[in-house]
């Protein structure tokens, strides 16, 4: 399964008036062995959807490749050079997606517009299916190249921007691909703290301070709402607090969120037995 490469009327728009020959594609076989990627995410306790993954492991896949975005360099003559690399990436069905690479060299006639281009396209095929709570990405690894090779108007080739060991390579760190996909949880409670309300919010002004420097309370008729600076393994995190009288003391509600990371062997860096001592230790300012 492949991209359409660029088409042949943009590699050489007129053939008239410059006479140039019919690009030439054909295919290389770099001569490793196909091989598999299984890489799966946790989406039950994550929230984490299929786009996310794809775009993530896209993403990593770009990085992978290691080389620059396709880019124009004007010269003196008002021609372009046209180098680097482009990223393409689809789904055709729910299931099954595509990434393509794309490796450009050739030139821009600023006179004309027209683009004279080899491409060397790799192409990725990622299959997806769901088990247990998890998303299952399968990414299969071919180490088959397409070569659209494109002439000047005088008929000189343009290079292939990658040798075959180059190629090689770029699939070999592909392989080596295991992105970790940041997810975020929120956390809230409602609390009746026997104390008055003055007390408990001075209690987190004094304790945590406010998460953005000289905040101070937003003031309704009956209670007091702001964000403080909580302390945690994750550095300072916001947490807005909600505080109003009651008849028995005070009503604290309260929320704050923490980032993770979701592991491609489907484990998580969210562990809930260390939000209870964050919960414990808010309840405790509150009822200093």
């Not at 660029?6 to 020959?21: E, M």
């Not at 196909?34 to 993403?59: C, E, H, M, R, W």
């Not at 550095?235 to 979701?262: C, D």
Request: with cysteine; aromatic share 10%.
């Amino acid at each position: 399964m492949s991209f359409k490469l660029l088409p042949a009327s943009i590699i050489c728009t007129s053939a008239i008036l410059f006479g140039c020959a019919a690009p030439v594609m054909k295919s290389v076989d770099l001569g490793s062995a196909p091989t598999q990627v299984k890489l799966t995410y946790d989406s039950g306790d994550t929230g984490i959807s299929q786009a996310q993954v794809f775009s993530n492991i896209s993403s990593a896949i770009t990085n992978a490749a290691g080389y620059k975005a396709k880019g124009y360099y004007r010269n003196s003559s008002g021609i372009s050079d046209i180098k680097g690399m482009e990223v393409k990436s689809r789904c055709m069905t729910e299931s099954q997606c595509m990434i393509g690479l794309l490796f450009q060299n050739g030139e821009r006639y600023s006179s004309t517009n027209n683009e004279y281009v080899t491409v060397q396209e790799i192409t990725i095929p990622v299959t997806f299916s769901r088990a247990d709570g998890k998303i299952i990405a399968l990414i299969d690894i071919n180490y088959g190249v397409n070569i659209l090779e494109a002439r000047n108007p005088v008929f000189v080739p343009y290079s292939p921007l990658l040798d075959n060991a180059a190629l090689t390579r770029v699939f070999k760190n592909i392989e080596k691909i295991q992105p970790e996909i940041s997810f975020s949880k929120s956390f809230a409670e409602e609390l009746v703290i026997d104390s008055q309300d003055n007390v408990v919010y001075g209690n987190f002004k004094r304790v945590y301070g406010f998460y953005k420097y000289n905040e101070d309370e937003s003031k309704d008729k009956i209670g007091k709402t702001s964000t403080f600076s909580l302390k945690t393994n994750q550095g300072q995190v916001p947490l807005t607090a909600e505080i109003y009288p009651s008849r028995k003391g005070t009503l604290l509600n309260y929320n704050f969120t923490m980032t993770y990371s979701a592991k491609p062997d489907g484990t998580t860096s969210y562990e809930p037995q260390d939000i209870a001592p964050i919960k414990a230790s808010i309840k405790n300012v509150a009822s200093m």
